[in-house]
C-alpha cells in the first residue's frame, strides 16, 4: 500500500526567509509525487509533479521540490517566502502502477510579515 | 480553458436526507474522481470514474454511489444523510485514468455540506 507523511501540521517563517515543508512517502513502485496548495473555502491547487528525470521539480508562484529516492522524500521548498503563501499544503503519491491519488494530512504554512 | 466546476457551493441537509453534488470536469477531460476532505479524517477518495464506468472506489459505504454522463460530468448521491457526512466534497478532473499515473488532477472548489 502506498501512504504519505507530512510530519509538520504547521510551518512558521517570516516573510523574505525561505521555506521547506516536508513530505516523505511509501510505495512498492516507482513513486510519482505531487504537490497542491489550498487556500480557505477553495479547492486544491496543483503547483508541481515529479514522474522521472531531475530530482529538482520547478513548479508554479516560484516553488520547488526536491525529490530524493534513498531518503523516500519530497520536500517543498522556496527560496523567499511572502504572505501570500500562508495556506494548506498537501503532499501526494501515486504508484507507479494503477492506482489512486494518495494525499498526506497537509502542513499549514504560516508567512508573518 | 474553464476549470473544474462544482454545483451547488454550499449545502445545507438534515439527517435521514439524500443529496445530489455535480461536478464538470475541464473540457477534454475525460476522467473525474471524488474526494471528501473533513478536518480529522483529511484527503479520502471516494471514487473515479472514466467513459461512464466506475474505475476505483474508496473505502465508503454503500450509501455514497456516483456516476458520470456521455459528456463526462459526474454527480455523486448521498443518500441517508448523517452527521458524519458533513465536508467538503472536491471533484477532480484529468485526462485520463489512474491507469496514466503521471496524469495531473486537477481540483474544483468544492461543495460545502453541512448535516444538521
Known amino acids: 500500500a502506498q501512504s504519505v507523511a507530512q510530519p509538520e501540521d504547521q510551518v512558521n517563517v517570516a516573510e523574505g526567509n525561505p521555506l521547506t515543508v516536508k513530505c516523505t512517502y511509501s510505495?512498492?513502485?516507482?513513486?510519482?509525487l505531487f504537490w497542491y496548495v489550498q487556500y480557505p473555502n477553495r479547492g486544491l491547487q496543483f503547483l508541481l509533479k515529479?514522474?522521472?528525470?531531475?530530482?529538482l521539480v520547478k513548479g508554479s508562484y516560484g516553488f520547488e521540490a526536491e525529490f530524493n529516492k534513498s531518503q523516500t522524500s519530497f520536500h517543498l521548498k522556496k527560496p523567499s517566502a511572502l504572505v501570500s503563501d500562508s495556506a494548506l499544503y498537501f503532499c501526494?503519491?501515486?504508484?507507479?502502477?494503477?492506482?489512486?491519488?494518495?494525499f498526506g494530512k497537509g502542513t499549514m504554512l504560516l508567512v508573518s510579515p | 480553458k474553464a476549470g473544474v466546476t462544482q454545483t451547488p457551493r454550499y449545502l445545507i441537509k438534515t439527517r435521514g436526507q439524500q443529496v445530489t453534488l455535480s461536478c464538470s470536469p475541464i473540457?477534454?477531460?475525460?476522467?473525474v474522481s471524488w474526494y471528501q476532505q473533513t478536518p480529522g479524517q483529511g484527503l479520502q477518495f471516494l471514487f473515479e470514474?472514466?467513459?461512464?464506468?466506475?474505475?476505483n472506489k474508496g473505502n465508503f459505504p454503500g450509501r455514497f454511489s456516483g456516476r458520470q454522463f456521455s459528456n463526462s460530468r459526474s454527480e455523486m448521491n448521498v443518500s441517508t444523510l448523517e452527521l458524519g457526512d458533513s465536508a467538503l466534497y472536491l471533484c477532480?478532473?484529468?485526462?485520463?485514468?489512474?491507469?496514466?499515473?503521471?496524469?495531473?488532477?486537477?481540483f474544483g472548489p468544492g461543495t460545502r455540506l453541512t448535516v444538521l
Open positions: 501526494a503519491v501515486r504508484d507507479g502502477g494503477y492506482s489512486t491519488l494518495t
Open positions: 515529479y514522474i522521472t528525470g531531475d530530482n
Open positions: 477532480a478532473s484529468s485526462e485520463t485514468p489512474g491507469l496514466a499515473s503521471t496524469d495531473t488532477q486537477y
Open positions: 473540457s477534454g477531460h475525460r476522467s
Open positions: 470514474y472514466f467513459s461512464e464506468t466506475q474505475r
Open positions: 510505495v512498492s513502485g516507482n513513486p510519482y
